[in-house]
């Protein structure tokens, strides 16, 4: 058999489902959990499977007072930090890369410095920090979506400057020069060319700053206490109670959560496949 020719490959292929088994069942319990009625989710012996499905749990989630307000929130704070993310992270590594000025080399370490600082050791200053701009621009202080744009901003775009900045590297220098023989000014060769050779690397930086923005519950707890700016993680706060928690409410809620991550990595999936080979022919 063609198996017993390849061990190594077929020992690979098995190592790899075993991971992807092993990746996807917490996944699988989550929408089991959800599916389960009360009883089987409290149950002492929980079984991997359920014959008596029911959608209780996502009609309690789906019912809890301004769930829709919730979910429009995180949408909204999800998808303006993505484009911005994507604009001035694209802009930032053009101009690390494609010129030269006194500081470059220091502000590519600052780049490199402020993704090892932990979360939660800069919680408490950009408290105050939003408390602060929120008395000049009250749209971006606390209590507001924007005071959340702007954080998120802040820990995205370290990262995805300094992964662009490898996509803009890549391309080499003489390819501008050839467009600029052809007439092409430095505007139209950056966003005509330059942008759809790099689109691998924006997407792939858009799909972590939206997960990234779209699943925080720290940041939302500590900058937003008034229930019209609250995103949808603290939408399933509410199930968890100090005599029981509501798990397959939570699990439920959790479900909903992921489903709107999944449309996005799989829309943006196809243009990354796209991107990539756009850039092999390029």
Do not use: C
């Not at 930090?81 to 502000?107: D, P």
């Amino acid at each position: 058999m063609r198996w017993l020719r390849r061990p190594g490959r077929a020992a690979a292929e098995v190592l790899t489902v075993v991971i992807a088994g092993v990746v996807a069942f917490p996944l699988y319990w989550m929408v089991l959990t959800a599916l389960k009625p009360e009883g089987e989710v409290l149950s002492a012996n929980p079984r991997p499977w359920t014959l008596a499905p029911t959608w209780d749990n996502f009609h309690r989630v789906l019912t809890v007072s301004g769930f829709g307000r919730f979910f429009l929130n995180s949408v909204v704070v999800a998808l303006v930090v993505v484009a911005l993310s994507l604009v001035l992270s694209f802009l930032a590594a053009v101009a690390l890369t494609r010129f030269r000025f006194r500081g470059r080399t220091v502000l590519l370490v600052m780049l490199l410095v402020a993704q090892m600082v932990p979360v939660e050791a800069l919680t408490i200053p950009l408290f105050f920090v939003m408390r602060i701009v929120g008395e000049t621009a009250p749209v971006f202080g606390v209590n507001h979506l924007g005071s959340l744009v702007l954080v998120h901003l802040a820990f995205s775009l370290p990262f995805a400057v300094w992964m662009l900045r490898g996509f803009v590297a890549a391309v080499p220098v003489e390819l501008e020069e050839a467009a600029a023989l052809d007439g092409a000014s430095r505007f139209r060769f950056t966003w005509q060319v330059l942008f759809p050779i790099v689109a691998p690397g924006l997407v792939a930086s858009s799909v972590l700053s939206f997960i990234h923005a779209w699943n925080d519950f720290l940041f939302a707890k500590t900058f937003v206490t008034v229930e019209e700016s609250q995103t949808l993680p603290l939408a399933i706060l509410v199930f968890f109670k100090p005599d029981q928690n509501d798990w397959g409410a939570i699990m439920a809620g959790s479900t909903l959560m992921t489903i709107p991550v999944l449309v996005f990595f799989v829309l943006v999936q196809r243009r990354l496949v796209s991107g990539l080979a756009g850039a092999v022919k390029g």
